[in-house]
């Protein structure tokens, strides 16, 4: 019983991050990327090289993104559009239930 309790108490954690921030350091905390199809994906690295940065998912794929603040990633990533994850990156469960419970705020605390 002790051990339900538990549980029921990590789940009700809430994260806060910046909402407003550079999208190197939005898929620097939650590690995850999403594609135009609609799929998160998992980020294996990330090499920042100025305005633009180096993004290779757990399915060996890499691609050059512009870090910016208002790019159609980062506004999916903070409104959570994408909700599928891929098969091939086999994203782990408490890593997406720790994003689903994530706060984008404005507040500064």
């Known amino acids: 019983m002790d051990h339900k309790i538990k549980e029921a108490k990590k ?51 890499s691609f050059v993104v512009w870090d910016s603040k208002n790019s159609r990633s980062a506004r999916w990533l903070r409104n959570r559009w994408c909700k599928n994850p891929c098969k091939k990156c086999k994203i782990p469960e408490w890593k997406l239930t720790k994003y689903s419970q994530t706060v984008f705020t404005d507040a500064r605390r």
């Open 11 to 61: 789940q009700k954690v809430v994260r806060y991050i910046f909402k407003n921030q550079r999208l190197f350091l939005l898929i620097n905390k939650v590690k995850l990327w999403p594609s135009r199809s609609g799929t998160l994906h998992g980020v294996k690295s990330l090499e920042n090289r100025g305005n633009t940065m180096v993004v290779t998912t757990h399915c060996g794929e």
